[in-house]
């Protein structure tokens, strides 16, 4: 946590919200990329409430994102379909399909997503496809969280690669890849993107996946990093994904144990950078492979799930599905406390207090980014006009505090831009003002003496629009309580509490003393407000200065 200036400006309070770290996080995206080979099948609801129900970092939660590969008619709707079977009709919905998407066999990409935590903004094909270029069109969709300004969009890649070994179709996943490449080298440095699908890689090597982690504007990440001949190595058995079954458990299916590396999410850097939107260190898993399975066996040899879970994979499809967790960005809550006009005294200590929090609807820490928090002010503040902090989401509301020059009449006014760098608002406004009075000097004479009770006596009973000659607006008069709209004994004890007082005594012989009419506007101000004003028992009189 970054050390905040003392004076004159300060943290005046620190709001802890009380958070229990076990609790299950909300609003974190967990991102998916499974080949179904086709649609819904036995066990495919199995495998999809499993990942849901999954617990790592403290964070268990349903799909936000699954990109899908091998769909065809309408195979991603029935996995929507299972969805919302477990979920709750119309949580979960099918992007688009292009017309202009284009597959040479084994159906196209596509893409599953939960409406209750991202928008679909974009669903984009490209790629040529032929018989010495692209397998299948690249599908490219850009979503942002749900509720969140489009500056936290990021992109999702659903990619199908060219199948097989051997130097031409190497060579037609280079083709593939400087396509994606080509895409996203032209867009902003700083793009957020998941490059998921069956990459049919076989080793570090090859050339299409250094072209994906080549230099440059769209350089793309292994999250695991884990560089090697991934095929049929027992030093890999943790990253495979191909080939859960032994024996065929559907038609079509491909078997023969797991043994390759072919399902990925690759990242962008600004996935890995600790800010915004971010992979969660440790969370990106191959579901239901920790590595105990036998090479070339079953999954359900292994021990990376309960039983049917393993089960499940084994009969829903030939690939395992690649999960990852994202953190969200922070999000800035700012305002003024109060946000009324206000009165204060002259020469008493005063500060324009503000309140900001990290307002992420995440239940632990690691779900969202911090708030990296710049509050500048603009006004009659004293001192420098800046405060920085970092907030977390559990640090719950904090309240911030700029000092405010009272050493002379008149109105003070502050204007405060809170910047929440890496949120999904980069910035917001509050403001605050006071009126600097010197309270009891009603006929506005420098001093708190006798004629101000002459001027509060003939004029108790009268409105407070009227009392003082000066233009307080209607709405202003209008908000006051009925029995707080004429004078009475408020002012009285005002005038009384500071009877005696000077004004030059308190803030030096060199503050001008204002006009009359200058003072009476102030002083309409304070009667309007009834800010620090300790309210008249309606069964009390006020007492004159004799009987005191």
């Not at 490059?195 to 292994?222: M, R, V």
Request: hydrophobic fraction near 40%; proline fraction near 5%; include cysteine.
């Amino acid at each position: 946590m970054k050390s905040l200036p003392t004076s004159p400006l300060w943290m005046i309070a620190r709001v802890a919200a009380c958070w229990l770290v076990c609790c299950v996080a909300s609003a974190q995206l967990r991102v998916v990329s499974w080949n179904t080979n086709g649609g819904a099948r036995d066990g495919t609801a199995t495998v999809l409430e499993a990942i849901g129900l999954e617990e790592v970092n403290g964070i268990a939660k349903p799909i936000d994102v699954l990109s899908l590969q091998e769909q065809s008619g309408g195979d991603t709707q029935s996995i929507v379909d299972v969805l919302n079977g477990i979920y709750g009709a119309g949580i979960y919905a099918a992007a688009p399909v292009p017309t202009n998407a284009q597959s040479s066999g084994a159906g196209l990409p596509g893409l599953v997503y939960n409406t209750q935590t991202v928008d679909l903004l974009e669903t984009i094909a490209f790629g040529s496809v032929n018989t010495s270029a692209q397998a299948r069109s690249t599908l490219r969709y850009r979503l942002v969280p749900e509720g969140y300004h489009q500056r936290a969009s990021f992109l999702v890649y659903s990619n199908h690669y060219k199948a097989s070994t051997g130097g031409s179709n190497e060579a037609r996943r280079l083709v593939e890849a400087n396509a994606l490449r080509s895409d996203l080298d032209a867009m902003n440095e700083s793009q957020a993107a998941i490059l998921s699908g069956d990459f049919n890689t076989y080793s570090s090597s090859e050339p299409g996946y250094h072209a994906l982690l080549a230099p440059g504007p769209g350089q793309a990440f292994d999250p695991v990093a884990s560089p090697g001949n991934w095929h049929d190595n027992s030093a890999f058995r943790a990253l495979h994904t191909q080939s859960p079954a032994t024996s065929p458990k559907f038609a079509g299916q491909v078997t023969g144990g797991i043994d390759d590396r072919f399902d990925f999410q690759l990242v962008t850097g600004e996935l890995l950078d600790n800010e915004g939107l971010d992979l969660l260190a440790g969370s990106y898993r191959t579901f239901g492979n920790n590595g105990t399975h036998s090479l070339n066996g079953s999954i359900t040899t292994g021990a990376g799930a309960s039983p049917g879970v393993l089960a499940a994979l084994e009969s829903s499809s030939d690939h395992l599905p690649v999960v990852a967790d994202y953190q969200v960005p922070a999000v800035l809550s700012f305002e003024a406390i109060p946000r009324e006009y206000f009165t204060a005294p002259v020469g008493e200590p005063l500060a324009f207090r503000f309140t900001a929090r990290n307002a992420a609807d995440v239940a632990i820490d690691i779900a969202a980014d911090e708030l990296d928090l710049v509050l500048t002010a603009v006004g009659n503040s004293v001192g420098s006009g800046e405060i920085t902090d970092t907030l977390l989401v559990s640090d719950g509301a904090v309240d911030y505090g700029f000092q405010v020059d009272t050493s002379t009449l008149g109105g003070k006014f502050l204007t405060v831009t809170a910047y929440g760098y890496h949120t999904a608002e980069l910035s917001t406004l509050a403001w605050s003002q006071a009126g600097i009075v010197f309270e009891g000097d009603y006929n506005g004479d420098g001093s708190v003496d006798a004629a101000d009770y002459t001027v509060w006596r003939e004029n108790v009973g009268n409105d407070l629009y009227a009392m003082h000659n000066v233009a307080i607006t209607w709405a202003e008069h209008e908000s006051l309580p009925e029995n707080r709209r004429t004078i009475g004994l408020p002012e009285y004890e005002l005038w009384r509490d500071n009877y005696g007082r000077r004004l030059s005594d308190i803030v030096g012989a060199a503050t001008a003393v204002p006009e009359p009419a200058a003072v009476a506007l102030l002083l309409a101000g304070s009667l309007a407000t009834g800010w620090r004003r300790r309210e008249a028992n309606p069964n009390r009189f006020p007492r004159s200065p004799e009987a005191q």
